[in-house]
């Protein structure tokens, strides 16, 4: 019985340190290099997408959706309603 447990516990244990070598091996392959790269590239557009040319990094929640589908930071819409330039 303890034979039995003893293979059961090792094979676990194999088939844990081949997964976590295939994980790391995907870093230095071109396929991980790529999903590396894209995910950058993700993080990187919403960032350019939160981001107000005028008062700059801008939360979420903040942004206000126009009806036309363009997106405005808080302040600048603020600005546009009150006539403030």
Same mark, same amino acid.
């Given at each position: 019985? %303890? ?32 999903? #590396?790269?894209?995910? %950058? #590239?993700? #993080? ?14 801008? #939360? ?26």
């Amino acid at each position: 019985m %303890n034979a039995i447990i003893l293979e059961s516990v090792l094979f676990i244990a194999l088939v844990a340190v081949v997964g976590a070598f295939v994980v790391k091996a995907l870093g230095w392959t071109p396929p991980g290099l790529r999903f #590396r790269q894209l995910a %950058n #590239r993700k #993080r990187l557009e919403k960032e350019a997408e939160l981001t107000c040319p005028l008062h700059g990094l801008q #939360r979420e929640d903040t942004l206000v959706r126009l009806p036309t589908g363009e997106v405005l930071c808080s302040q600048c819409y603020q600005e546009a309603v009150h006539g403030h330039i």
